[in-house]
């Protein structure tokens, strides 16, 4: 078996420190540079990768044992053998988009408010790149949607508030039931306007967080959620 090697950090240079540091160790769990069951570095080698105090690391690793993504094996931490999930149920198609549309609903606001306030400048022109791509092929749309959504929820500064939305969002684009509703024939006509309208509405969005404009980001937000669930569960079939 080939032995990875172990991932170096950059110094942490902005926002809240410990926060930052999750994010990052968070990233290297999720892309597979921190493999389950590989002990995590020395707090000191963390200190001076991250060019930080052993305080603030230290709240960081608190924070991903309680989240789930390490356990505590002596006086080492371990990447978790099995990562935290959140799961959803509904008994029927459309409840189970209206159970995820909810979730969204409570979270994403927050998500777009935060992160019109402390994304940086690369991570606002990303979002807006992102917001520009336009397309009417219903694949490469869900997987720019989903790069939209995740990149908002990375830029909000909240690591823990990222991957609550992140099990989310994967609930809802891993979903048979949600896709059998986009994909029907029957649906095309409607799911090329879902995909119109989501892409106008993506486009207000980054709009609004590059000028920096919170009430009119939160605002778009919450008007797009709702007209996408609302055309799902009135107008699929």
């Not at 603030?56 to 991903?64: D, F, K, P, W």
């Not at 749309?141 to 994967?170: M, W, Y």
């Not at 896709?179 to 799911?191: D, F, I």
């Amino acid at each position: 078996m080939t032995q990875l090697s172990a991932p170096s950090f950059d110094p942490v240079a902005r926002r809240t420190v410990s926060a930052e540091i999750r994010q990052r160790l968070a990233d290297a769990i999720h892309t597979g540079q921190l493999a389950p069951g590989t002990p995590l570095p020395a707090e000191r080698v963390l200190c001076l990768e991250f060019g930080v105090a052993r305080t603030s690391v230290r709240e960081a690793i608190q924070g991903l044992v309680i989240a789930g993504y390490l356990e505590r094996r002596g006086n080492r931490s371990v990447v978790a053998e099995h990562l935290p999930q959140v799961n959803f149920a509904g008994d029927d198609r459309k409840a189970l988009v209206t159970q995820l549309f909810e979730v969204r609903q409570v979270i994403e606001p927050a998500i777009v408010e935060m992160a019109t306030r402390r994304a940086t400048d690369e991570e606002r022109a990303l979002i807006f790149e992102i917001a520009s791509r336009v397309t009417r092929d219903l694949e490469e749309f869900r997987e720019i949607d989903r790069q939209f959504h995740t990149a908002l929820a990375r830029a909000c500064g909240n690591p823990l508030l990222n991957e609550v939305h992140a099990k989310a969002l994967s609930s809802l684009f891993g979903s048979g039931d949600f896709a059998s509703l986009l994909y029907a024939e029957v649906n095309r006509t409607e799911v090329l306007d879902i995909i119109k309208t989501s892409t106008d509405a993506h486009q207000a969005i980054a709009d609004a967080l590059l000028k920096g404009h919170t009430r009119k980001a939160v605002a778009a937000v919450v008007a797009h959620l709702d007209d996408v669930e609302r055309r799902m569960v009135e107008r699929l079939l």
